[in-house]
Nanobody
Framework: QVQLVESGGGLVQPGGSLTLSCAAS????????MGWYRQAPGKEREWVAT??????NYADSVKGRFTISRDNGQNTVSLHMNSLKPEDTAVYYC?????????????????WGQGTLVAVSS
């Protein structure tokens, strides 16, 4: 079974920092991209950041404050969040596009984690 598991969410004061992690496990042949999305109560899910072999990309709302990184050896992606604002409060979801392998079968996958809550409040 291929899955993504997020961790690191919690309560933080405005201006503080928090780091989220997402680990992929299972019979993975390759990972094309890993990224983060977030969804605040009553709002649609929005894209936050993505990392691929070509580099990183960020939404304008978090650019300069958030940093995405990847540990290829463990198929893990992290999101370091700095200068957090109340507007950053949301459930954060990890997403990955990958190829799963169960020899001799290979299949393309879109994977989503279960989400981890980040609450920015004083």
């Amino acid at each position: 079974q291929v899955q993504l598991v997020e961790s690191g969410g919690g309560l933080v004061q405005p201006g503080g920092s928090l780091t989220l992690s997402c680990a992929a496990s299972g019979s993975i042949f390759s990972i094309n991209s890993m990224g983060w999305y977030r969804q605040a109560p009553g709002k649609e899910r929005e894209w936050v950041a993505t990392i691929t072999g070509g580099g990183t990309n960020y939404a304008d709302s978090v650019k300069g404050r958030f940093t995405i990184s990847r540990d290829n050896g463990q198929n893990t992606v992290s999101l370091h969040m700095n200068s957090l604002k109340p507007e950053d409060t949301a459930v954060y979801y990890c997403r990955s596009t990958a190829v799963a392998s169960t020899p001799p079968t290979y299949r393309a996958l879109e994977l989503w984690g279960q989400g981890t809550l980040v609450a920015v409040s004083s």
